[in-house]
C-alpha cells in the first residue's frame, strides 16, 4: 500500500473510533443520568481491579496503581467514577499517599472508559444488591424506632404531629436531588 491509502484507511478508522466514543460517551451518560435519577446516594466499589500499571519512582521502589469503577460522590454528587490507587513499596511514601484519587467516569481516559463498560452490568448489580440489603436493614430499624415511640407515647403523650413532620421532611434524604457529574 501506498502512503496515500495508507493515510486515507488511518483517517476513516480514527472517524470511526471517534464516532464510536461519542456514542459510548453518550450511553454512560445515559446511564449515569438514569442512576442519579434513582437518588441512590450510596458509594460502591467494583471489587475487581479495572486496570493495574506498575512503574518504578526515582529510588527504584515500584508503584502500583490499580483502578477501580465505582458509583461514588465526585464533587458533590453520585456518578460513575473512576478511583485509582497508588500502592507505594515504601511503606515510609505510602503514609503521605492520598487513600485514592477519583474522576467522573465520563473524565477518565478512553481506555479506562471503554474497559468499564464491561464492568458495567456487574456494578449495577452490586449497587443493586447493597441497596436491598440497607433496605432489610431501614425496614428492621423502622420498626425498632416505631416501637420505641408508642413507649414514649404512652408515657409522654403524643409527639407535635406538625413539627415531627416538618423535621422529617429537612432529613428526608430522597428529596434532596443527585445530579450526576456529566
Do not use: F, W
Request: charged share 25%.
Amino acid at each position: 500500500m501506498t502512503i496515500t491509502e495508507e493515510l486515507h484507511r488511518l483517517g476513516n478508522s480514527a472517524r470511526r473510533l471517534n464516532d464510536g466514543s461519542d456514542q459510548l460517551n453518550r450511553s454512560i451518560a445515559a446511564i449515569d443520568n438514569l442512576l442519579g435519577r434513582l437518588m441512590i446516594g450510596l458509594d460502591y466499589v467494583h471489587p475487581r481491579p479495572l486496570a493495574e500499571h506498575t512503574s518504578y519512582d526515582a529510588s527504584g521502589k515500584r508503584v502500583i496503581e490499580v483502578s477501580y469503577l465505582g458509583y461514588l460522590k465526585v464533587r458533590g454528587s453520585y456518578c460513575l467514577s473512576l478511583k485509582t490507587v497508588k500502592v507505594l513499596e515504601s511503606r515510609s511514601a505510602a503514609a503521605g499517599q492520598i487513600p485514592g484519587d477519583l474522576c467522573a467516569l465520563l473524565e477518565a481516559p478512553r481506555r479506562l472508559r471503554y474497559r468499564a463498560v464491561e464492568q458495567l452490568p456487574e456494578l449495577v448489580m452490586g449497587l443493586a444488591e447493597q441497596v436491598e440489603d440497607m433496605l432489610g436493614a431501614m425496614e428492621r430499624r423502622v420498626g425498632i424506632a416505631n416501637a420505641l415511640v408508642n413507649n414514649l407515647e404512652q408515657i409522654a403523650g403524643p409527639a407535635d404531629s406538625q413539627q415531627t413532620h416538618r423535621a422529617a421532611e429537612s432529613a428526608t434524604s430522597h428529596r434532596r436531588q443527585t445530579l450526576p457529574a456529566l
